[in-house]
């Protein structure tokens, strides 16, 4: 300060003031004021090393006062000033707990707002509270002598958000901030003759350090701002650029997009922008969207993109570290594979796969240096995610009398933990988030950046005004997802909360559990607008929104919309149940909240048990796919029917023989009719990454099977088919090493090692039906091969399996032990149950029923492209078509509007795609109906699926939603009659001599959802074991933003040029369909 003053007199410091009117202090004049300031500081007792509070409006005022503190030693603290001190919010109690950390220390502050202040030394015990009018402080003579500072010294204290009301205090000391300002303007090339503006408040560490004590120290002019003339009118930002010729400035990722808002409603307005080198864009997370949009809306101004500047930066490293000085909207954001994100990051080019979006936020300035650990700080490779720690001059010698903080962040060798994920590519840094703020339900990970981007995308949200963070649901005890937003002046909050909740749950696959409206003013945000997420999700937890909520319930009331009868109520929360604990509407429809058949299956079987009435499936996708219309429903059948005396399922004694159910008896014939096949192998892999504890490992595998009778299960025939279940089982988990390889081979090597266990087949009378392997390509990637023969799993058991696996290993690499709950009822109870429950008469009228359906001849379907069947095998391939993102977002915005579900759209689009190829407009498909029909299965293991024929008749008029409704109307009532085995049916048909049903099949299979077990990051795959049952076959499985459809064919029947043909008619189909829903496609082809 005291060369910049005699070395460059005529420059300084521009103020805009709130009314809009400028001064300016030159650095001489701001001297002088400072060393008046400090002399009435001493006069009052303030001695050097002791801390000072600074809770002063005017900007002048305010640095002079900073600088007396530095000139005589003392250490400043900036405190944002509250609204009003009457109100203790969090403001305020930041203040009070400043106060006390620093052992009561002095106050500086105007002399308006001295008597406010005051008021708080009784109010908060604030004994001894000491309060100092900076005017009054300013009439004093110069002070002469200066405080003789070290290197080590604390410059200045800078506060964290502190989420609890409780911040940190971040020593910055003298050579961490001349570190930063050399390191800066060598790694930026700043020149002799910048001028910057500022708009943020000065409690923020980038006003001070980033730009005032750089320009000080460099003699640069600076212009700050007052936030609010920036904040009530953008424009004002770029105006001041022009006028002054501003070369640097900056904001949080937020202030860009107001910017990029402003001058999307003011069209008309220009700006000449071209002096600026740098907007630095630091402060908050970084995203693309706003980025790319703020750069295409100023870019007729002058500005290049090279001049955005995404950055990282934290006080407790004196702010920025790493700066990006070559921004290309070409090549920034950086597009990397979700199922990539627990691994090894794959770089994605095309639109197609589903991808998450990262900002280059730069290489580090020299001095500092920065590297990724895991959670046990082991340096971690390039391209994987794990912490963000870094090291250099700049960091903080620690936080102020706070040792258990600096015990967490400091983790030895000089290394300091950030608490931010992200990655390091080509040396650059890439942040993916706060550690603390990472979403994960029901273990899928979700950053919170990319939910709010979507929220904010929906107009009546007021932008930057969006929150999502996980939080306990008292309820279940398991996490929710809770969105915070502020609505548009004029907009109604509740149809923005059902808006909000369709899309996060269309785009993400997921429900939020609270969607709630907030004031602006209870919507919380630090001085600098970085959102208090963590203090917004204590707030919930702890009944803070207690009656904003209780207003929500009663505008739904008001609406007609909340539940009122005892019926609408316990259908509520059996929705709950089912789709998640969230507000329903009497009138919402069961497709805006993420139902499906499956799920309306499981809201059935808890309808029968609650209300002892059977709803027939269809009334779900008409009458009763709403709370309101499934009460009147359920009141209407209890008035007119009474549930048959049917048995009840129950666990029966183990000391007679086990009866197999119908689904194992039909697979064992096969079996035996075929000995030796593969074709009924169930196979999965899953890629482990990270550091996997084998011993754990191993150990939940025999959990999972002690847990789970069937898997300690054989088949044999004696008089009848019986299962066999043995006491005990020990899985031994193999383990093929093949790290002797070389490592460009290993993937393949493993790939292909996993396809042979798929295809090695069962003995089902004496052979174990599950086996693992574990396959070792480097000490922290592994490949775990799980197969299975049918009898003793189907997809949804799959999931069983491997959420389990999730929980068990976490807990076991804890420490802990398994909360699982013991199972009731094991397979062998279904399958005796089950022969029990289906009466004579079930059987009677459903075999009538498809007797019906499938009368008549039905001529042999052949698809343009296969091959005649003169010696067709069994022998096929599997190849895999993902619809991107935006495919599947129209998807599931096309079930909502039309009641249908990801199943019955695709199975549509399959029957057209059947129709163009083969020049037929009626033909069989085979399809599975999971036959979970209690609550009690729905956590069981085994075989519950049974085979329907769908029969479908397309005519060329027919448009595509004309074709789901009907595609509809005919599952439903396959699904109705889906109880009696197949096997029954077919018996019956070849009585009439038609042994023909089909030859192509269309399903869903298991989630293949990455999960997380503990530390290790888990991606399963499905596996074919190289056979199939059907000529061809297309399985679905729905992802949190992307469909997989694997397209399973026998190769002596089609060529893969041919199935890859098929597979982009089908893609183009389901695109065609989605956008032209009232157009019939058929008729056009």
Known sequence: ???????????????????????????????????????????????????????????????????????????????????????KDGVVAKLYHTWKLLGGAPILTNAHLVDSIASLEPTLEMHGLKILSVEELAGHEEASELYDAQPNDPFFYQLTSGSTGVPKCIQETHRGVIAHIHA?????????????LNWLPFDHVVPILTVHLKDVYLGYEQIHVKPDVILSNPGTWLELI??????????????????????????????????????????????????????????????????????????????????????????????FSKHSLGATLEEVRDGKEPAAEFV???????????????????????????????????VTPGYLHNPRANEEAFVGDGWFNTGDLGFILDGHLFLTGREKEMIII???????????????????????????????????????????????????????SRAIRERVTTAFGISPGVVLPLARNQFLKTTSGKIQRTQMKQNLEQGGYTEILQSLQNSHRSDGQAPETDTEKKVAEIWSEVLGDIQFGANTSIFEVGGDSLKASQIISRVREQFSVSLPLPTIFEEARTISGMARWIEKLQRSTVLDDAPQLKSISRGKELPASFGQEQLWILD??????????????????????????????????????????????????????????????????????PQEYRRTLALGTAEIEARIPFQLATGRLFRAKLLRLNPKEHLLVLTFHQTVIDGWSVDIVLRELQEIYSAHASGKPSQLPALKLQYADFAAWQREAL????????????????????????LAGSQPKKFATSKARVETLL??????????????????????????????????????????????KNNRSTPDLEKMAGFFVNTLVLRNKLAPETSFAELVSQIRANSMKAFSNADVPFQKVVQAMRTTGNPSFFQVWFGAIDCLQPFQMGEVKAVPHFVSPGTAQFDLAVFISEQKDTVTCLFEYRTDLFSSDAIGALMTQFEKLVRQSVSHQDKSLLKSS
């Open 1 to 87: 300060m005291l060369l910049t003053a005699s070395s460059r007199p005529n420059r300084g410091v521009r103020f805009i003031h709130a009314d809009g009117k400028e001064s300016f202090q030159t650095y001489p004049m701001l001297l002088a004021r400072a060393r008046r300031i400090l002399t009435g500081m001493r006069q009052a007792g303030i001695k050097p090393r002791q801390g000072v509070i600074l809770q002063i409006e005017e900007m002048d005022f305010h640095f002079a006062s900073f600088w007396a503190c530095v000139l005589g030693g003392m250490i400043p603290v900036t405190v944002a000033i509250p609204s009003s001190y009457k109100q």
């Open 184 to 196: 800066s303007q060598q790694f930026c090339r700043y020149s002799e003759n910048e001028v910057t």
């Open 242 to 335: 022009e006028k002054h010729r501003v070369t640097l400035t900056w904001a949080p990722n937020f202030g860009f997009k107001r910017v990029a808002d402003f001058l999307g409603k003011n069209p008309d307005k220009t700006f000449d922008l071209s002096s600026v080198k740098f907007f630095m864009n630091a402060g908050e997370q970084v995203t693309g969207p706003v980025v790319q949009e703020f750069l295409r809306a100023v870019q007729t101004f002058g500005v290049n993109e090279t001049a955005m500047q995404p950055a990282f930066g934290m006080a407790e490293a004196c702010t920025c570290m790493t700066y990006t000085n070559d921004f290309s909207m070409a090549c920034s954001p950086r597009r």
């Open 360 to 394: 280059d936020l730069g290489a580090p300035v020299p001095g500092v240096a920065i590297r990724i650990t895991n959670a046990k700080n082991e340096v971690m490779p390039e391209r994987v995610i794990g912490r963000f720690q870094i090291k250099g001059a700049v």
């Open 442 to 496: 029901r273990g899928a990970k979700f950053y919170c950046y990319e939910i709010e981007d979507l929220v904010n995308s929906i107009r009546e949200v007021e932008p930057t005004f969006a929150a999502a963070c996980s939080s306990a649901d008292a309820k279940t005890g398991t996490e929710m997802l809770s969105i915070f937003f502020v609505a548009k002046p004029g907009s109604n909050p509740l149809q923005i």
């Open 672 to 741: 035996q009719m075929e000995p030796g096949t593969s074709l009924y192998n169930i196979c999965r892999t899953v890629e482990l990454f990270g550091k996997l504890d084998l011993d754990v490992l191993e150990q939940s595998l025999n959990d999972i099977v002690a847990r789970h009778d069937i898997f300690r299960t054989n088949l044999r025939f004696d008089r009848d088919l019986q299962q066999v279940v043995a006491p005990h089982a020990k899985v031994d988990l193999p383990i093929l090493d093949l790290t002797g390889s």
């Open 839 to 862: 009466s004579p008469k079930t059987v009677e009228e459903q075999v009538a029923f498809w007797k019906k359906q499938l009368s008549g001849s039905m001529p042999s379907l052949k």
């Open 883 to 928: 619809l991107s993102p935006e495919l599947t977002a129209q998807l599931r915005e096309f079930n909502r509007r039309e009641n249908s579900t990801l199943f019955m759209t695709l199975l549509a689009a399959y029957n057209l795609l059947l129709a163009q190829c083969s020049k037929q407009n009626e033909f069989f498909v085979g399809a599975p």
